[in-house]
């Protein structure tokens, strides 16, 4: 899950996490029967919540039951990261009901939700690098002695056994920032239960983890459904939720869009809702008409991040990269745009050999990237629209090298008008703009410099469906004025809608390339997890 | 996009550029400025003397050079706490080369060279070594005045060649000393440099977004290494001017400047986080600073008093605004 | 024992064993057991400083008006000492820890409540601190001869051999220690500094944690200030002018990063002890101490590569094949 800055301090209280026994947030209210996970210990309803230029979720509904897993699916964008954090107290919903136990709730803070048993174990794990394991699990509730000082023997006791309960061996007293991804992911597990939480989010738990990990992860899984916790699992990869799972629910743009028990359903019906609309039509996919190849690249490989990447692209090509998140496909883009040195392998572009080693020299030979981080890497905020345009073109703009903001603005003017930008004049300032603006923002700065070819990286992510359907066409139409553009995308609509041959990516290599007429929903699916074809 | 009914046209900008002019910073410190300067010419009768009024100039001219580019380098996001200590080195270099029977040319070039040279050093290891600014001009700080005192101990160099003392003593017409027509020109020209060319424009979007700056093919390296340099230049010029005034060089010599210079780009209404500024702010506010001391000093009130007062101005010009904006939230 | 030898302590350790041999190894009276505390002693002021900016750097803040907050609750202690010769000790001593933490909370307040960034602040704060003590004084000194003996006295005095500035400096260690490893307070200072979302996520106030932390640093300044008055014995304007970034050079030497949420109690002790060491071996060893500048100048330079060296964050690892190696 990414944490955007977009926090708002609240009045939290910097003892006020709860020391067990917990004080009780809510009335017990006795079930009328006895049979465990009959009534939900967690549920939202009609929750909705957006964002400028955005709705992140639109009435929403989710049960978890005591001692069973639920499944929640869906692409990026879905909308599952913002029901996270309102299931947190990191944002308010708009609208809608918070009931624990069956008593309506309200969590302006994050520690309210900590208080009411409802932790998260994030995706990058939000923990402390430079604290100990032990500190790690209980900062904010640590055991104190007789003089209120943390008691760290007591401390490391309890973390020793909580640790032991689901079986990590981990020393309490190592530093966190010494452990690997799988151990952090532990400790967060270990963090989650020294706070006796009855409702644990498991927010794509298995995203950096091997095989063998994931195996002993969901014996941990296990452990917490036998001791009755709710567990909320977030995760793309179909086998994992047909291992671990008891029910499902799969939002699709925000909404939801079904639910039920995973032994009523299979593979083909959850791919199906969660990919839901009709390809064909949402997608304004043009006859392609390819000229000769511009890009070739060969064996491109990177120590940690990537390896053996081959490639080639016509002019007037898409070429979609599909692969779950943190597959390299971003890795291996911004190592193209000289972002980040490449071990070994060679770039041709038109037939010739070219270094790129930083980014200047790539848009200097037509190779522009438009990153999948817009806010850090995309746009700069606090700039005017104009300037984010002209920004890389100033050589062109200026005149030995004294501005000339006339020639900036016509610029500027031409781009935003070709992508029908939305905005009250040039010189506002970009941060102000929805996230499909910005985004179009980004593209009309690379189109000025009139590339080779664009790398569009999650072009899509996190912006509204109309401004969604408008890149999409300028997509095709820059493929078909002989634009030669990859395409890294999550989504499968997306990717199948938009691609004239695909490239999946696995684990930092390639694992299947297919052309628009063979690639299937199925195929990318299965070559992006490594499922087998029985598996399925 | 094609095939839209009505392709819009964005106009170039909302409102008058006069009326964003009126509203801003620099119009609020002209205002200061103003009052200032008409406090002082009621509270002592000496203060509008021409020739009072261009001794007092002495006083900031040097220390307003080095805020010139100390603005840009703050823009960009980044801090030089080393200037003063470059000033010092540069003066003992100079001196050292006085002593050795080196002319008035020798030694200015030996000033600028050393001010550059330092300003490398400072930028080699911000950009190339990805250190933080503000810690390594820190340690470049200690070392530069540490190499003066490692020459000069509690020596002092002085009995420079008659010629040199026109830097920081001469006059270039009537009132007008060659230290403030220098930095007349050093302002209009750094002006030039942040506002009307594109080295400038990659100075605010370094400041910014310096990672979305580096993914729009700007070279912040580069740019950044430049602007260390230039703040090395500027140090050293500021020491050529101090030490020709001054007559000699001690290595305690421009104690403290890199705080003033640093106050006047604050106040002169650069973010200290970087991405925004201007440089004729910073001008008016080394002309707040200037009247307001020498005002003082007209009234016999010690140096020190005078900076409690601009400490107060620095936090309170910078709270306003802020506070300003939690009121006015508070209201909707 | 492996991460221990890998950490700044044990190359900090390891560097100031290496400098002592080589000065012993020509000078062996530096060794002796006298002479060491008497280095310990005069470096006692620095120890205390660091361990307050300590806490402030570790949320990602500095304080510069430090030495500022030091002269002028110094200059308040040998005021009252003057107007007030009888005064017991214990009454001036809390009046000048209370003062500094006023001064401390000014700084805290600007910081949490009106977000301004804490350079600016302390840097406002350093000249209006210093031109107080001008107010308070009109630029006259208090000479040693107008301060009461016990006044003077008490630093200097022994107990169990050692004087009672150094008996104040392991005093501060011991309450520093505890109050960063045993209290959530001390704790919450590491989350701000090293993950301030998350730090948001369990639940702690980060601008609080900010205020309590200059709180923490201008008190223990109020108490230096007393003890630089009383063992110099003399207080004017510009005393421990420019000991900010001396304050500072300790803790960067002792591996507190400047960006926050790394640093030991440890580290800036060591780090306050190589400057201290470095400060009482330059005449020993007959070279001119206006070389300590300089020395101290590339002693920082070098902290700072290997404080960011340390930070490198190592990239995300996708191949198994390299994490299988790495």
């Not at chain 1, 609309?277 to 491109?300: A, C, M, T, W, Y």
């Not at chain 2, 001391?293 to 009234?299: A, I, K, M, S, V």
């Not at chain 3, 492996?2 to 390891?14: C, G, H, N």
């Amino acid at each position: 899950m990414k944490i955007g800055g977009t926090l708002a301090a609240g009045p939290f209280q910097r003892h006020s996490m709860p020391l067990p026994p917990r004080k009780p947030v809510t009335r017990m209210e006795t079930p009328q029967n006895d049979i465990v996970g009959t009534a939900p210990v967690f549920s939202l309803s009609g929750i909705s919540k957006s964002f400028p230029g955005v709705r992140a979720l639109h009435n929403v509904a989710l049960e978890l039951f005591p001692g069973q897993v639920t499944a929640l699916i869906g692409e990026n964008g879905a909308g599952k990261s913002t029901l996270v954090k309102i299931m947190t107290g990191i944002y308010q919903p708009d609208a809608g009901e918070i009931r624990v136990n069956g008593s309506v709730v309200k969590f302006p803070a994050a520690h309210h939700a900590s208080l009411a048993g409802v932790t998260a174990i994030h995706q990058e794990t939000v923990l402390f690098d430079e604290l100990t394991v032990a500190e790690n699990i209980f900062l904010g509730h640590a055991p104190r002695n007789r003089f209120g000082l943390i008691d760290h023997p007591a401390m490391r006791a309890k973390a020793k056994a909580l640790l032991f309960g689901i079986g990590a061996d981990v020393d309490p007293e190592t530093l966190l920032r010494d452990l690997g991804i799988a151990s952090k992911h532990l400790v967060a597990i270990a963090r989650a239960l020294s706070i006796d939480a009855r409702v644990v989010i498991m927010d794509e738990p298995t995203a950096a983890l091997s095989h063998k990990e994931i195996a002993e992860l969901f014996t941990l899984v296990d452990q917490l459904k036998s001791q009755g916790k709710a567990i909320l699992f977030i995760s793309h990869k179909f086998d994992e939720i047909f291992r671990v799972a008891d029910r499902y629910t799969v939002f699709r743009d925000g909404e939801m869009v079904g639910a039920g028990l995973v032994k009523d359903t299979n593979h083909d019906k959850l791919v199906k809702l969660m990919v839901g609309r009709d390809i064909g039509q949402v997608f304004p996919k043009g006859e392609s008409k390819f000229g000769d190849v511009v890009l070739k690249v060969r064996n491109f490989c990177h120590p940690t991040e990537f390896e053996s990447i081959s490639l080639y692209l016509r002019a007037g090509e898409i070429l979609g990269f599909y692969g779950l998140v943190g597959a390299g496909r971003s890795e291996f883009m911004q190592a193209l745009f000289g972002m980040t040195k490449p071990s070994r392998g060679t770039v041709e572009l038109e037939g010739k050999p070219i270094v790129v080693n930083n980014a200047a020299r790539a848009v200097q030979h037509g190779i522009v990237y438009v990153p999948e981080e817009r806010g850090r890497q995309g746009t700069v905020a606090g700039l005017p629209i104009f300037m984010n345009i002209t920004l890389p073109s100033l050589h062109v703009t200026s005149r030995s090298g004294f501005l000339k903001l006339a020639n900036e603005f016509d610029l500027a003017r031409t781009y935003t008008q070709r992508l029908d930008l939305r905005a009250s004049s040039l010189s506002q300032d970009v941060s102000t703009l929805s996230g499909g603006n910005q985004q179009k923002v980004v593209i009309a700065k690379w189109l000025a410099t009139k590339p080779k070819v664009i790398i569009l990286d999650e072009p899509t992510k996190g912006i509204d469906i109309g401004s969604k359907a408008a890149v999409h066409a300028f997509m095709s139409e820059l493929a078909r004025e002989g634009l030669a553009v990859i395409m890294v995308s999550s989504e499968l609509p997306e990717v199948l809608g938009m691609s004239d041959r695909i490239i999946v990516m696995r684990e930092g290599r390639m694992a299947g390339e297919f052309s628009r007429q063979e690639a299937t929903p199925e195929l990318l699916v299965r070559a992006a997890a490594g499922i087998s074809e029985q598996a399925a | 996009m094609s095939g839209n009914a009505t392709p819009r046209q964005l106009p170039d900008r909302l409102g008058s550029r006069a009326k964003d002019l009126i509203y801003s910073w620099e119009t609020l410190l002209l205002l200061v400025l103003a009052a200032v300067f008409t406090i002082n010419s009621f509270a002592s009768p000496y203060f509008l003397d021409p020739w009072n009024l261009s001794d007092a100039t002495f006083n900031f001219t040097e220390k307003a050079l080095i805020a010139l580019a100390m603005a840009l380098l703050i823009i960009s996001g980044e801090i030089d706490l080393s200037v003063a200590a470059i000033v010092a080195l540069a003066s003992t270099m100079m001196g050292y080369v006085a002593s050795l029977g080196g002319g008035t040319f020798a030694m200015v070039l030996t000033g600028i060279l050393t001010g550059l040279l330092c300003g490398a050093f400072n930028g080699t290891l911000v950009t190339h070594f990805k250190l933080p600014s503000i810690v390594v001009t820190i340690g470049t700080m200690s070392l530069f005045r540490g190499i003066s005192f490692i020459i000069l101990g509690d020596g002092v160099f002085k009995g420079y060649p008659p010629e040199f003392a026109w830097f920081g003593q001469g006059y270039v017409w009537w009132v007008f000393s060659f230290e403030f027509i220098f930095f007349l020109a050093a302002a209009m020209i750094y002006t030039i440099l942040l506002h009307k060319t594109s080295f400038g424009r990659t100075v605010f979007a370094i400041g910014n977004n310096q990672t979305a700056a580096l993914f729009s093919g700007v070279r912040v390296g580069r740019v950044k290494f430049t602007l260390f340099l230039l703040t090395g230049l500027m140090s050293g010029i500021a020491s050529v001017m101090l030490t020709s005034r001054l007559g000699s060089t001690r290595p305690s010599i421009a104690m403290g400047w890199e705080l003033e210079a640093i106050t006047m780009v604050v106040l002169g209404g650069v973010s200290i986080l970087g991405g925004s500024g201007t440089i004729p702010g910073v001008v008016i506010a080394a002309f707040i600073m200037c009247l307001v001391t020498f005002g003082f000093g007209l009234l016999n009130v010690p140096g020190i008093v005078m900076s409690i007062f601009v400490g107060l101005l620095l936090i309170l010009v910078i709270a306003a605004p802020i506070v300003y904006r939690h009121i006015s939230q508070r209201r909707t | 024992m492996k991460i221990f030898l890998r950490s700044r302590e044990a190359q900090l350790i390891a560097a100031i064993l290496v400098m002592v041999a080589a000065i012993a190894f020509r000078f062996p009276a530096f060794i002796t057991p006298s002479n060491l505390a008497l280095v310990f002693n005069d470096t006692s002021i620095l120890i205390i400083l660091a361990f307050g900016q300590m806490a402030v750097i570790l949320t990602r803040c500095i304080d510069l008006s430090i030495a500022a907050n030091l002269a002028l609750c110094g200059m308040i202690s040998a005021l009252i000492n003057v107007a007030y010769p009888d005064l017991s000790l214990v009454v001036v001593l809390t009046v000048v820890v209370l003062a500094g933490a006023i001064f401390g909370a000014i700084n805290g307040l600007l910081v949490w409540k009106l977000d301004i960034p804490s350079i600016v602040v302390t840097l406002g704060t350093m000249t209006i601190f210093r031109g107080t003590i001008f107010l308070l004084t009109n630029g006259a000194w208090v000479n040693a001869h107008e301060m009461s003996d016990a006044f003077k006295a008490f630093p200097r005095s022994t107990l169990l051999g050692l004087p009672i500035l150094s008996w104040f400096a392991i005093i501060i260690i011991g309450i520093i220690w505890l109050v960063m490893t045993r209290t959530a307070f001390g704790r919450s200072l590491y989350a701000i500094g090293g993950n301030p979302v998350a730090a948001v996520y369990v639940g702690i106030d980060v601008g609080k944690a900010r205020f309590w932390a200059f709180v923490l640093s201008g008190a223990l300044a109020g108490l230096s200030g007393y003890l630089w008055i009383s063992r110099y014995a003399v207080a004017y304007v510009d005393i421990a002018s420019g000991f900010e970034l001396d304050v500072v050079a300790a803790c960067v030497i002792g591996g507190i990063s400047i960006s926050g949420g790394i640093g030991t109690v440890g580290g800036a002790l060591l780090g306050a002890l190589f400057l201290g060491i470095v400060k009482n071996a330059l005449p020993v060893i007959h070279v001119s101490p206006f070389w300590q500048m300089a020395i101290s100048g590339i002693v920082i330079i070098i902290a700072v590569a290997f404080n960011a060296r340390a930070e490198r964050k190592k990239g995300r690892i996708i191949l198994k094949s390299a994490e299988a190696k790495a």
